[in-house]
């Protein structure tokens, strides 16, 4: 008898806890151990060679917390399982995931990468600045097979994109791809709306520290991907130490649980907030994506660091995908490190905010909105009176 296929809200409950019952557990056990005793030097030593050769997690108990932990890998079965892919592999951020990502390309020769605009303004830095050793050229996405050479590792997306929520055909560009792996940002999706793998990527990516964990109290990244390709993840994660600590890897898995119902009552929210900017003459241009979700990106024609000075209900700060709403001015914050031209060619002008929708009655954040907008509606005609005198 085949495996039967769970609906996604059920993969999100019992995903990385199948097992549980049968130990008498109800709840995940945290492993703290940095260390595992072992009396078979032999046996753990020709473990440890067998992930040296391709990276596979070693068959029996732990080794070391370098090597693995089994709390962190009950949340990268249930990811894998939720993303469609054979497997997993957790990091400390995502930062550090897109990093072994590109480690493991620049260790097989392949450092160049192809990129579309516009990505999270730190993932933009580490490929401009070749920080790696990795060499970027930026296309549209008509362009990536044009753009593709003997050495390119990878091709990189997000979509919908960061901070402008522009999406892509995913499944045009890994066609446009050919046998370079298609590596898609999934952050701002997450698997409730959209599965890139089924699309043609071959590595997803999230910033786990967002909707993933949905509280605002972990940081963490992942990649989802085939298991030939995890194995090179976790031997660059092993050799470099950008471990995912097993509470981070607790919260996560607790986090999942709910992923299906946050996305859905936070995009639910955002929907008829963008019917409400839409129609608010002080707002000059609304983003969002046709596959929905819970960001929100709009331009004013005031002052964008008014609204952020002017909320009261809704947080201004970094980050997103927490229960509560959030906003920021991504020319300042998270993609202030981008190039000013280059951050505008792609989209990002400096009157837009990017809003990240919670939980909240959307009375409440309406008429925390609504105010913040009046106050920058406000300042810029004063400042603009006083310019005229």
């Given at each position: 008898?085949g495996?039967?296929?769970?609906?996604?809200?059920?993969?999100?409950?019992?995903?990385?806890?199948?097992?549980?019952a049968q130990?008498?557990?109800?709840?995940?056990?945290?492993?703290?151990?940095?260390?595992?005793?072992?009396?078979?030097?032999?046996?753990?030593?020709?473990?440890?060679?067998?992930?040296?050769?391709?990276?596979?997690?070693?068959?029996?108990?732990?080794?070391?917390?370098?090597?693995?932990?089994?709390?962190?890998?009950?949340?990268?079965?249930?990811l894998?399982?939720?993303?469609?892919?054979?497997?997993?592999?957790?990091?400390?951020?995502?930062?550090?995931?897109?990093?072994?990502?590109?480690?493991?390309?620049?260790?097989?020769?392949?450092?160049?990468?192809v990129?579309?605009?516009?990505?999270?303004?730190?993932?933009?830095?580490?490929?401009?600045?070749?920080?790696l050793?990795?060499?970027?050229?930026?296309?549209?996405?008509?362009?990536?097979?044009?753009?593709?050479?003997?050495?390119?590792g990878?091709?990189?997306?997000?979509?919908?994109?960061?901070?402008?929520?522009?999406?892509?055909?995913?499944?045009?560009?890994?066609?446009?791809?050919?046998?370079?792996?298609?590596?898609?940002?999934?952050?701002?999706?997450?698997?409730?709306?959209?599965?890139?793998?089924?699309?043609?990527?071959?590595?997803?990516l999230?910033?786990?520290?967002?909707?993933?964990?949905?509280?605002?109290?972990?940081?963490?990244?992942?990649v989802?991907?085939?298991?030939?390709?995890?194995?090179?993840?976790?031997?660059?994660?092993?050799?470099?130490?950008g471990?995912?600590?097993?509470?981070?890897?607790?919260?996560?898995?607790?986090?999942?649980?709910?992923?299906?119902?946050?996305?859905?009552?936070?995009?639910?929210?955002?929907?008829?907030?963008?019917?409400?900017?839409?129609?608010?003459?002080?707002?000059?241009?609304?983003?969002?994506?046709?596959?929905?979700?819970?960001?929100?990106?709009?331009?004013i024609?005031?002052?964008?660091?008014?609204?952020?000075?002017?909320?009261?209900?809704?947080?201004?700060?970094?980050?997103?995908?927490?229960?509560?709403?959030?906003?920021?001015?991504?020319?300042?914050?998270?993609?202030?490190?981008?190039?000013?031209?280059?951050?505008?060619?792609?989209?990002?002008?400096?009157?837009?905010?990017?809003?990240?929708v919670?939980?909240?009655?959307?009375?409440?954040?309406w008429?925390?909105?609504?105010?913040?907008?009046?106050?920058?509606?406000?300042?810029g005609?004063?400042?603009?009176?006083?310019?005229?005198?």
């Amino acid at each position: 008898m085949g495996t039967r296929v769970r609906a996604l809200a059920t993969e999100a409950v019992h995903a990385g806890r199948d097992d549980l019952a049968q130990q008498g557990l109800h709840a995940p056990p945290i492993d703290l151990s940095t260390t595992y005793p072992s009396y078979d030097s032999r046996g753990e030593a020709a473990r440890i060679d067998a992930f040296a050769t391709d990276g596979a997690e070693p068959d029996g108990p732990p080794v070391y917390g370098r090597l693995g932990n089994p709390t962190v890998a009950r949340f990268e079965t249930a990811l894998a399982r939720l993303e469609g892919t054979q497997s997993a592999v957790a990091f400390a951020s995502g930062m550090a995931a897109l990093s072994a990502v590109l480690l493991v390309r620049n260790a097989m020769g392949l450092r160049h990468v192809v990129a579309v605009r516009p990505l999270y303004g730190c993932s933009d830095h580490l490929l401009t600045a070749g920080l790696l050793g990795s060499e970027v050229t930026w296309v549209d996405p008509a362009g990536i097979t044009g753009a593709l050479r003997a050495d390119t590792g990878l091709v990189l997306v997000e979509s919908p994109a960061n901070p402008t929520l522009a999406e892509l055909d995913l499944r045009a560009i890994a066609h446009s791809c050919g046998s370079v792996p298609l590596l898609a940002d999934n952050t701002f999706a997450t698997p409730v709306l959209q599965r890139p793998a089924e699309l043609g990527a071959r590595l997803v990516l999230h910033s786990a520290t967002k909707y993933l964990g949905g509280h605002g109290d972990v940081m963490a990244g992942v990649v989802a991907c085939d298991e030939e390709f995890a194995g090179r993840l976790r031997q660059v994660r092993f050799a470099t130490g950008g471990v995912l600590h097993p509470l981070a890897g607790y919260l996560l898995l607790r986090g999942l649980s709910t992923l299906p119902v946050r996305v859905r009552a936070a995009s639910a929210n955002a929907a008829e907030l963008v019917r409400r900017l839409r129609a608010d003459p002080r707002v000059a241009r609304v983003h969002y994506p046709r596959l929905g979700g819970a960001m929100i990106a709009f331009e004013i024609h005031g002052d964008p660091h008014e609204v952020i000075a002017g909320v009261r209900l809704v947080t201004p700060a970094v980050s997103l995908g927490s229960v509560d709403t959030l906003i920021q001015h991504p020319a300042s914050i998270s993609h202030r490190i981008v190039d000013a031209e280059d951050r505008r060619g792609s989209g990002v002008s400096d009157r837009l905010l990017r809003l990240s929708v919670g939980l909240e009655d959307v009375e409440d954040l309406w008429r925390d909105l609504d105010e913040a907008l009046g106050s920058a509606q406000g300042g810029g005609a004063v400042r603009e009176m006083a310019a005229e005198r």
